[in-house]
């Protein structure tokens, strides 16, 4: 340690070592001079905040990165108010920082390289009065120090009528410049307005579109100097300052410099260019006089001219002087790494001796200066002999018993760890510590016994763990978030190697595929859960990861749970195998069973309404032929004599005509477009009404059972569909019981809080009438049970079913506002749930049916009808029955007849649904011209189709289609009493 410390008290130069933490272990007498302070001031301070001065501001972003990068670096720091110059290299070690520093101060610094020959010419007034073809340069550090040459350079050359250029760039703009010159010479305005004096930016007269070419620019100034002498000046003076120039311009921009000295040489010119000093180095410096005769500097507070021949004596004394200096850093280098290397051999030795001397009190004295951490020793009854000054600065005010700052939770740890260290362990434990200004501490101690005169001790080192315990706490509420992120998820997340062998599962495999995360760890791969039928094709498709990274599977897997179910899953690959944090495939998975039964469900729903829309059509033309069909067949049985061989082929006809009504009136049911008469009634009396005709419909072998809730509640239906309903569904429970079985139906009232979404139309929450009907039949295959509701599907022989009765009961369900379920399964029989929304209103009382009085009449009938057939034959029904009928195959033709008759119209019959002209239209301008008129409608159409054209069949007469002539009649007879 002796010849270390001989070593480097002995050198010139500064010597300073720093640890990692770039803190100062080691400072020379050389080294305290630089930074302003003796070797032991500068003990223990960082390097960042607490040692002072210019140079150590200049060396400490460059020593971080030394020590991050490991490589060495050399640099120039100046001190501007000693005027003193040094170069400093940082040598980085595994455990700390070595940095010489050596006073190169009037030798390799470019502020006073420049200085050192013996002057020519002094003072600012050199510059004014140069001689033409002179090209100068100045280094300049502020804006000042431009003006301070530019005012009388440019004073000068306006007394002697010369025209002056000044080309500026920042740090000077254009109009600052002007505001300067206007300071600092008189009627400077003047030459501004005459063009005397003219201030331009660098970019008009350097730079063409960003580019700077050597050539274009010195023909410019050539142009200039035409021009000055041309309007009778003497000369040209041009200065610029070339702050504006980069790296990749400076090259081409010497180049120029050297082009121009040529140029101008024997012309009536001078040029003056101003760099700065803050960003040239020593090299570059000596490059920009070189192409100038002479250079402008400042020192010591003074102007001054050197000569170009000088400044090349100066720089080849600066490249003697920097050899010399390397020759020496290289020597003292050698010196300081025989020294380090002593002072390491040295450290090992003083680790040894303190080894052995642990036991006297010497070593107590032996304190670290580190501010983060607390050395304290105790006795063993706890008092406290001594604590490092660092324990005031973190700890506050210190007690007088250590454990009264401990926090209540963590006492007995404390005192646990106090017990074992008496007993000759060592021991570490973390812990909450209350401050004196009441902030709580986590701190980390180490201890260990001592003895410490003649007695045991327990020395313990201390530091302040704060942030860490904090920046752990925060990564592990992010790792709660992500964990609760991943298994609060339903995405099927894994993480799989390479032979498909579960790494991590997610805890919403459980919930899809039944299987436990253990079961599934220890699994020898995953594949076995994989559809026998998918499998080939799955590995082909994680085959394809290593090559893509990401592969998205284009369609379903197929997966089989635990208890057998088939679920289909979504699913994409992330390969993340040579990422350490996670070392295998990513899987993410979706569970898209419900959606594809969606889908599956949303195209059946679709292709049952076109079906319907097709059906409703095609029932609804149907139904005008059988009007004309059934009237004229009624006409003929009417005609002829009782045992006339006619009749009974009309009689024939005419029942022909009515089972094909009822087969119109099944596929409007179907499609939802017939004529509805919906009221509010109990659903238990139209159910009671119903089985008696049922008991007439089903054999003997198969038993009706009824459940009926007395507090079913009523609903708004058609009483007449509704009994469809379940006649439908009772002939099809009795096909389905060929061996006889039982036959249920029940009502109940239902409170539905939420359907499952898998349901093509899920229910609505809110208060319900269920109608059951269930049998022990057959049942039907889920094949079956898909295409149950599609009209014409039948599974029996051929004449023994049309394929309509489901599809009726469908439609009748659905235009009621009621939803229809279905459970079924072979051999376990078919249960059948409807839903109807309960009313909110009480149950209409039947009303006895009222006599009709005759249909005969004498009044004047408007009969407006567009197909023609059915217009002739309601037109023969109301003239047979003693009517004035007149006809009219459109509105507008009605309107025209209506407009031309004298006498008034005592009811109108119209269609709802023409071509031109609806029928309410119709009614209400023919209303318009005569107050009070009757109107009755004729439809075919659902009640959904003459609302949207204004029909409320509650408010108005409505005739159905197809009716027969009486009822026709009945029904004109009905609407003109009424009125």
């Known amino acids: 340690m002796k010849v270390f410390d001989e070593v480097l008290a002995r050198l010139s130069d500064g010597c300073v070592v720093l640890d990692c933490g770039l803190r100062v272990i080691y400072a020379n007498l050389a080294a305290g001079g630089v930074f302003g302070g003796s070797p032991d001031q500068l003990l223990g301070r960082s390097l960042w905040d607490e040692v002072p001065g210019p140079i150590a501001a200049a060396i400490r972003e460059p020593a971080a990165q030394t020590m991050a990068t490991g490589q060495g670096r050399r640099l120039q720091a100046y001190d501007a108010a000693d005027e003193r110059c040094f170069d400093v290299r940082l040598h980085p070690s595994s455990d700390g920082l070595l940095i010489t520093l050596a006073d190169v101060t009037n030798a390799a610094c470019p502020r006073c390289a420049a200085v050192t020959p013996d002057v020519l010419e002094t003072g600012v007034a050199g510059v004014a009065d140069l001689p033409w073809g002179t090209h100068i340069c100045q280094f300049y550090e502020t804006v000042q120090d431009v003006l301070d040459i530019a005012l009388p350079y440019f ?70 100097l035409a021009d000055a002498l041309e309007r009778g000046h003497a000369g040209l003076r041009v200065s610029g300052i070339e702050a504006w120039l980069t790296e990749q311009t400076r090259a081409a921009f010497m180049a120029y410099e050297d082009a121009l000295s040529a140029a101008i040489a024997g012309q009536r010119m001078i040029v003056l260019c101003t760099y700065p000093l803050d960003t040239a180095t020593a090299a570059q410096m ?70 052995a001397l642990r036991e006297s009190d010497e070593v107590f004295r032996v304190i670290a200066d580190d501010p983060s951490t607390i050395i304290g020793l105790y006795d063993a009854a706890g ?100 964990r609760a992120l991943v298994e609060r998820n339903d995405a099927l997340i894994s993480i799989i190697d390479e032979r498909a ?59 089989v749970t635990k208890d057998g179910r088939v679920r289909n899953v979504l699913l994409t690959f992330t390969d993340r195998r040579h990422d350490p944090a996670v070392g295998g495939v990513i899987g993410n998975g979706r569970d898209v069973t419900d959606e594809l039964l969606l889908e599956e469900q949303l195209r059946q729903a679709q292709k049952m309404e076109a079906i319907g829309q097709l059906a409703g059509g095609i029932a609804h033309d149907f139904n005008n032929l059988l009007t004309v069909i059934r009237g004229y067949s009624d006409f003929i049985r009417t005609a002829g004599a009782p045992n006339d061989a006619h009749r009974a082929d009309a009689e024939e006809i005419r029942q022909a005509a009515d089972r094909a009504a009822v087969l119109t009136q099944q596929l409007l049911a179907f499609s939802r477009k017939q004529v509805l008469r919906p009221e509010v009634m109990e659903i238990n009396l139209v159910v009671g009404e119903a089985s008696r005709m049922l008991g007439r419909l089903l054999s003997e072998d198969v038993a009706l059972d009824l459940q009926l809730a007395p507090d079913a509640g009523a609903v708004r239906a058609d009483a007449g569909q509704l009994q469809q309903v379940l006649l439908n569904l009772a002939v099809n429970a009795r096909d389905a019981m060929p061996l006889g079985g039982r036959l249920t139906i029940a009502t109940e009232s239902a409170v539905l809080e939420r359907e499952a979404p898998a349901q093509p139309t899920p229910l609505s929450p809110g208060r319900y009438v269920r109608l059951t009907v269930s049998d022990t039949g057959t049942g039907m295959s889920p094949e079956v049970l898909r295409h149950a509701f599609e009209p014409f599907f039948t599974t029996k022989e051929p004449g023994k079913g049309t394929g309509l009765g489901l599809s009726t009961v469908y439609g009748i369900v659905t235009q009621s506002h009621g939803r229809l379920r279905v459970d079924s399964a072979p051999a376990k029989g078919t249960t059948f749930g409807i839903f109807f929304p309960q009313a909110g209103e009480p149950a209409t009382a039947p009303m006895p049916a009222a006599t009709k009085p005759g249909a005969r009449g004498s009044e004047t009938v408007l009969l407006v009808e567009d197909d023609a057939m059915v217009r002739r034959l309601a037109e023969a029904t109301l003239e047979r029955a003693g009517y004035r009928v007149l006809t009219a195959p459109n509105g507008g033709d009605a309107l025209r007849l209506a407009a031309g008759r004298d006498g008034a119209i005592d009811l109108v019959i119209t269609d709802v649904v023409m071509p031109g002209m609806p029928g309410p239209e119709l009614a209400q301008r023919l209303e318009a011209s005569q107050s009070g008129l009757r109107v009755l409608y004729m439809s075919g159409y659902a009640d959904d189709t003459m609302a949207r054209h204004g029909i409320n069949e509650e408010r108005v007469s409505f005739l159905a289609k197809p009716f027969t002539p009486d009822e026709l009649a009945r029904r004109v007879r009905e609407v003109l009493d009424a009125g």
């Open 155 to 224: 004073r000068a050359g306006l007394e002697r009528d010369e025209q002056c250029v000044w080309a500026v760039c920042d740090p000077l703009t254009v109009d600052a410049a002007k505001d300067a010159l206007r300071r600092g010479i008189v009627d400077a305005d003047h030459h501004l307005a005459a063009g005397n004096l003219e201030v331009v930016s660098h970019v008009h007269c350097y730079l063409d579109g960003g580019t700077f070419d050597t050539s274009r620019v010195i023909d410019a100034w050539n142009a200039r």
């Open 501 to 559: 062998r579960a790494l991590y599962v997610s805890p919403s495999h459980t919930r899809v595929l039944g299987y436990t995360a253990e079961e599934l760890y220890v699994m020898p791969s995953l594949s076995s859960l994989v559809h026998p039928e998918d499998l080939a094709w799955v590995r082909e498709q994680f085959a394809e990861v290593p090559r893509r990274s990401v592969a998205s599977l284009p369609r379903p897997l197929r997966v």
């Open 383 to 482: 008092h406290r002999v001594y604590a490092s000054p660092s324990a005031r600065q973190i700890l506050g005010e210190l007690r007088e018993n250590p454990f009264d700052g401990v926090h209540p939770d963590d006492l007995d740890a404390a005192h646990l760890a106090w017990q074992r260290l008496l007993a000759g362990e060592r021991t570490s434990f973390t812990f909450r510590y209350h401050r004196s200004d009441g902030a709580w501490l986590w701190m980390e101690a180490w201890s260990s016994r001592v003895q410490y005169r003649n007695a045991p001790h327990v020395l313990t080192i201390i530091r302040d763990v704060s942030d860490r315990v904090r920046a752990h706490e925060q990564i592990e509420a992010r790792e709660a978030r992500f």
């Open 286 to 355: 000596f490059d920009v006089a070189r192409a100038h005769q002479s250079a402008v500097v400042r020192r010591g507070g003074r102007w001054e001219a050197i000569e170009v021949l000088e400044l090349a004596q100066a720089r080849a004394a600066v490249q003697r002087q920097n050899e010399e200096l390397e020759r020496r850093v290289a020597e003292r280098t050698q010196q300081l790494a025989a020294a380090n290397e002593e002072l390491r051999r040295e450290m090992r030795e003083r680790e040894s001796a303190e080894a």
